[in-house]
């Protein structure tokens, strides 16, 4: 293993299966780092799934919480922090974001990232439309953003975990 001190956190933003909790599970085994899940530390804190959150809370209550962690991340550093997929849609997390560190966006193809999520009903966003016309039309409404946010871009593909991790480090 090869500890590093970054000095800062790494965020990976992109859409639901674009790699981000595998990317950062493999950063954290290859260079010591601490990985923070988005999702599952504010489903631990608030005792509901994620899908539970957005029919009792609604979703704006979910999108404060992810804020509010973006902020707390900040007195942190070498955490890699794995964004959920909507986190970049809000305005001022872009600075919150740029503020905890890097901002890395991993992307995919629909078709990919529909393969990656067709098993999976966590997601609220896409249940119900788990096709690659619908994932499609929603990475395009998002792509801006996602770019606006990103220091820069790591494609998930086709490349092996591994690889991808030394290009990302590579990048930083
Ligand atoms: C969402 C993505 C999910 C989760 C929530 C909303 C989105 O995270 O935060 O379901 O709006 O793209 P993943 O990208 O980890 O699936």
């Known amino acids: 293993k090869d500890k590093r001190d970054f000095g800062y956190n790494i965020v ?3 859409f ?3 790699g981000k909790s595998t990317i950062a599970r493999t950063l954290s085994e290859k ?3 601490e990985v923070v899940e988005m999702d599952q530390l504010i489903s631990e804190r608030e005792k509901m799934s994620i899908p539970e959150i ?7 209550y979910f999108r404060n919480l ?3 962690l973006l902020i707390e991340l900040q007195d942190r550093k070498n955490v890699v922090v794995s964004c959920g997929g909507g986190v970049p849609m809000r305005e001022c997390n872009v600075a919150e974001m740029k503020k905890n560190g890097r901002v890395v966006l991993l992307s995919a193809s629909a078709e990919v990232i529909l393969e990656r999520v ?3 009903h966590d997601r609220p966003v896409i249940e119900g439309n788990k096709t690659v016309a619908y994932i499609r039309s929603l990475m395009e409404k998002r792509r801006e953003k996602y770019m606006a946010a990103a220091d820069f871009i790591v494609n998930t ?3 092996s975990a ?5 290009e990302l480090v590579e990048k930083l």
């Open 162 to 166: 591994e690889e991808i991790c030394r």
């Open 16 to 18: 639901m299966g674009a």
């Open 31 to 33: 260079y010591g780092l």
């Open 118 to 120: 067709k098993d999976s």
């Open 157 to 159: 593909d086709k490349k």
């Open 54 to 60: 957005f029919e009792t809370h609604g979703e704006e």
């Open 12 to 14: 990976l933003i992109g």
């Open 66 to 68: 992810e804020t509010e």
